[in-house]
């Protein structure tokens, strides 16, 4: 069994324990954070430590916190020689400058503590230094997911700006289509089917393949009815800087 310490008690930290803990494979091992005690909802039987010098002895050591703090932490490891990974999509292994063996450990998905999060399918990008350690962590991946990669820091740092167009950018898009329809009196949940149909059209096939609406017709009458209706100047900015992308992608030069 493969003994793990998760250094972080935040959102990517509670999942992954209790992932690992729910795994025969996997012994969580301690887990560490700035708290007094354990937080909640965590599982009770797991030891916890809130000063790194009480850290126990483990196969892996997982960094799970904010990717600013991920220097601090490495700083202050009372040990040497041991396998110390971080768990951030836009830092570089490098940040684990030090005495210990290094790599990542990326969970590519957005993570709540209010969430149940199935790993099965989440995609996990590891990289090491080492080949031991880097067939230690695809071992790890795959007791916990199917979808497994070998992924360097410069790739990972693409894949999450990818990410964050297609998660973070579509989100705030929602919230402007939540907008427009809260300031004309209507329910954002007649969106939600559209919503959903267009994110299972593109588990077959390429976004642009599927691509449609007005830009993509160039029809130069819906795209300035569009135009004149929205009166927030930011949503208006965003609408014309995606309408012309669209347009140029799809060969349209109309307006």
């Given at each position: 069994m493969l003994n793990t310490v998760i250094i972080g008690?935040?959102?990517?930290?509670?999942?992954?324990?209790?992932?690992?803990y729910e795994t025969e494979e996997i012994h969580v091992t301690q887990i560490c954070g700035r708290a007094p005690s354990l937080p909640s909802g965590f599982y009770s039987d797991i030891d916890y430590c809130s000063t790194y010098e009480a850290l126990l002895e483990a196969d892996v050591y997982v960094i799970a916190v904010s990717d600013s703090a991920i220097a601090s932490v490495v700083k202050q490891l009372p040990f040497k020689d041991r396998l110390v990974v971080h768990t951030a999509g836009a830092v570089s292994m490098?940040?684990?400058?030090?005495q210990n063996r290094k790599g990542v450990f990326y969970p590519l998905q957005s993570f709540s503590k209010n969430t149940t999060t199935t790993f099965t399918n989440i995609p996990i990008c590891v990289e090491a230094f080492q080949p031991k350690d880097h067939e230690l962590l695809i071992k790890i991946a795959n007791y916990i997911s199917n979808s497994v990669y070998t992924i360097d820091s410069q790739?990972?740092?693409a894949l999450h700006t990818?990410?964050?167009f297609v998660n973070n950018f579509t989100n705030h898009l929602y919230q402007i289509g939540f907008e427009i329809c809260?300031?004309?009196n209507l329910p954002f949940e007649v969106l939600k089917p559209i919503i959903i149909e267009t994110a299972h059209k593109i588990a077959n096939?390429?976004?642009?393949?599927?691509?449609?609406?007005?830009?993509?017709?160039?029809d130069t009458d819906?795209?300035?009815?569009?135009?004149?209706?929205?009166?927030?100047?930011?949503h208006l900015e965003i609408y014309n800087?995606?309408?012309q992308h669209i347009l140029s992608q799809h060969g349209k030069n109309i307006l």
């Open positions: 008690t935040g959102n990517l930290a509670f999942q992954l324990a209790n992932v690992f490098e940040v684990l400058e030090g790739q990972r740092l990818a990410a964050v809260e300031q004309h096939t390429s976004p642009k393949e599927v691509q449609t609406g007005p830009a993509k017709r160039g819906t795209l300035k009815k569009h135009i004149n209706s929205i009166t927030d100047k930011k800087l995606l309408t």
